[in-house]
Nanobody, 121 residues
């Protein structure tokens, strides 16, 4: 069974930086898109950033120029470097991975348990 192990997050002052990391645990034959989503209290979950298997990133407009997503295909990990953090970045951040465990099966999506990022003003 594939699981995602997230690390990072915490409390930081506005203008500061944090880094999140997510590792795929379990047997996969390939990983497609990897990404980060976030959900603030009382709000819907939203896309933060994704990265394709070929390393092409995509960002929400609200984080462009401040956040950087990267992946290590050899280690099956995805990271999110967050700079110039703002109080409105406060949310639970969730790792998301689409993978294949069999060439005979369709890709499967899995979510991490979430890690909290709190940005104080």
């Amino acid at each position: 069974q594939v699981q995602l192990v997230e690390s990072g997050g915490g409390l930081v002052q506005a203008g500061g930086s944090l880094s999140l990391s997510c590792a795929v645990s379990g047997s996969v034959i390939s990983i497609n898109n990897m990404g980060w989503y976030r959900q603030a209290p009382g709000k819907q979950r939203e896309l933060v950033a994704t990265i394709t298997s070929g390393g092409i990133p995509d960002y929400a407009d609200s984080v462009k120029g401040r956040f950087t997503i990267s992946r290590d295909n050899a280690k099956n990990t995805v990271s999110l470097q967050m700079n110039s953090l703002k109080p409105e970045d406060t949310a639970a951040y969730y790792c998301n991975v689409v993978y294949r465990y069999s060439i005979w099966k369709s890709p499967v999506e899995v979510w991490g348990q979430g890690t909290l990022v709190t940005v104080s003003s």
